[in-house]
């Protein structure tokens, strides 16, 4: 039986971890198997080094034009997503696409994907940094907050270690196996997470809450950002006193709950500053602000800048960035 030739195409400022994330189930399930069922080439726009998000540079083996015949392409995104600049990858996908070859996008590699009219009517998933991103600029994309998905000949991957979690699960697929799957995520001292298991972005999660009364409450407050809930109401669909949920706040956040309210619509705030081109204006209201200045006025104590100038400074630094790998 021949080998599967897995491409990884890389873009600039691609993740690092990703990609090894991507490259070393493979390599491990041929040192499983003894023998070589998986191939991986690492592949780029023009060939020769590719710099990583983190700066260090990666020797990939072929040009986009020069590839050899492969099985499955995957796109291992930038971040930031880049505006422009992309567009002989984009053709070259749709050519993949058109050959019938499976196409996968790792991180913002689904975006990428997207831009290209790849993902149109397919489930997809990405880092929960760049979701609102990806479900608002192609509404066709059916867009989820898996770790993978593997929707019939398209595979998209939240990024960071979750790569580890789609190539696991393809190499239950022929030629692999159940067993296969296993025995590398052994080796690779890693929990094989499933296609049904979610990325858990929310303070429930990120501060290891366990009381039912604060899970719901922390619940309310995360699903209504854009029209804040009064805290009397919160604490009455929760069934406790105002004064009750106040202590229990107090006790686990040592905060007050509308501290708490405050910092979660902040932190949404932010991430449409960072990963959006929306106005000031149109943030303020989808995070529930009386006006860009209501805005501004909590923002910049909380992040030591106005949102314009965090925003500015984030395009700065990338850009330094750029300037210091190119």
């Given at each position: 039986?021949?080998?599967?030739?897995?491409?990884?195409?890389?873009?600039?400022?691609?993740?690092?971890?990703?990609?090894?994330?991507?490259?070393?189930?493979?390599?491990?399930?041929?040192?499983?198997?003894?023998?070589?069922?998986?191939?991986?080439?690492?592949?780029?726009?023009?060939?020769?080094?590719?710099?990583?998000?983190?700066?260090?540079?990666?020797?990939?083996?072929?040009?986009?034009?020069?590839?050899?015949?492969?099985?499955?392409?995957?796109?291992?995104?930038?971040?930031?997503?880049?505006?422009?600049?992309?567009?002989?990858?984009?053709?070259?996908?749709k050519k993949q696409a058109s050959l019938g070859l499976p196409l996968g996008g790792i991180d913002t590699g689904a975006y990428l994907m997207a831009q290209a009219g790849l993902l149109d009517?397919?489930?997809?998933?990405?880092?929960?940094?760049?979701?609102?991103?990806?479900?608002?600029?192609?509404?066709?994309?059916?867009?989820?907050?898996?770790?993978?998905?593997?929707?019939?000949?398209?595979?998209?991957?939240?990024?960071?270690?979750?790569?580890?979690?789609?190539?696991?699960?393809?190499?239950?697929?022929?030629?692999?196996?159940?067993?296969?799957?296993?025995?590398?995520?052994?080796?690779?001292?890693?929990?094989?997470?499933?296609?049904?298991?979610?990325?858990?972005?929310?303070?429930?999660?990120?501060?290891?809450?366990?009381?039912?009364?604060?899970?719901?409450?922390?619940?309310?407050?995360?699903?209504?950002?854009?029209?804040?809930?009064?805290?009397?109401?919160?604490?009455?669909?929760?069934?406790v006193s105002l004064r009750s949920l106040q202590r229990l706040f107090k006790q686990k956040f040592e905060r007050s709950a509308e501290r708490v309210y405050l910092d979660i619509r902040l932190?949404?705030?932010?991430?449409?500053?960072?990963?959006?081109?929306?106005?000031?204006?149109?943030?303020?209201?989808?995070?529930?602000?009386?006006?860009?200045?209501?805005?501004?006025?909590?923002?910049?104590?909380?992040?030591?800048?106005?949102?314009?100038?965090?925003?500015?400074?984030?395009?700065?630094?990338?850009?330094?960035?750029?300037?210091?790998?190119?």
């Open positions: 039986m021949r080998s599967l030739v897995f491409g990884f195409v890389v873009v600039p400022n691609f993740s690092l971890i990703a990609l090894s994330a991507c490259v070393d189930p493979l390599r491990l399930a041929n040192q499983v198997l003894g023998h070589t069922v998986y191939q991986s080439v690492l592949l780029s726009v023009d060939g020769g080094l590719v710099a990583s998000s983190d700066g260090i540079q990666v020797m990939t083996q072929h040009s986009l034009a020069q590839a050899p015949g492969l099985d499955v392409v995957f796109v291992i995104g930038p971040n930031p997503i880049p505006k422009r600049g992309l567009r002989t990858l984009a053709l070259w996908l009517g397919y489930r997809s998933t990405i880092h929960w940094e760049d979701h609102e991103a990806l479900a608002e600029q192609f509404p066709k994309v059916i867009v989820t907050q898996h770790f993978f998905e593997v929707d019939r000949d398209r595979y998209t991957c939240s990024g960071g270690v979750a790569p580890l979690d789609l190539m696991t699960y393809l190499l239950t697929q022929a030629p692999g196996s159940r067993d296969l799957a296993n025995e590398v995520a052994n080796l690779l001292i890693a929990e094989r997470r499933s296609l049904t298991d979610v990325q858990t972005v929310s303070i429930i999660h990120q501060s290891r809450v366990t009381n039912p009364v604060a899970i719901e409450v922390l619940r309310l407050m995360e699903c209504n950002v854009a029209e804040p809930l009064p805290i009397g109401e919160l604490a009455q669909l929760a069934g932190a949404h705030a932010r991430l449409l500053v960072h990963r959006s081109d929306k106005s000031v204006r149109e943030i303020a209201v989808r995070t529930g602000f009386a006006s860009p200045s209501h805005l501004t006025a909590r923002y910049t104590p909380r992040y030591g800048a106005s949102p314009q100038k965090d925003r500015d400074k984030r395009a700065q630094g990338m850009a330094s960035k750029d300037r210091l790998l190119s």
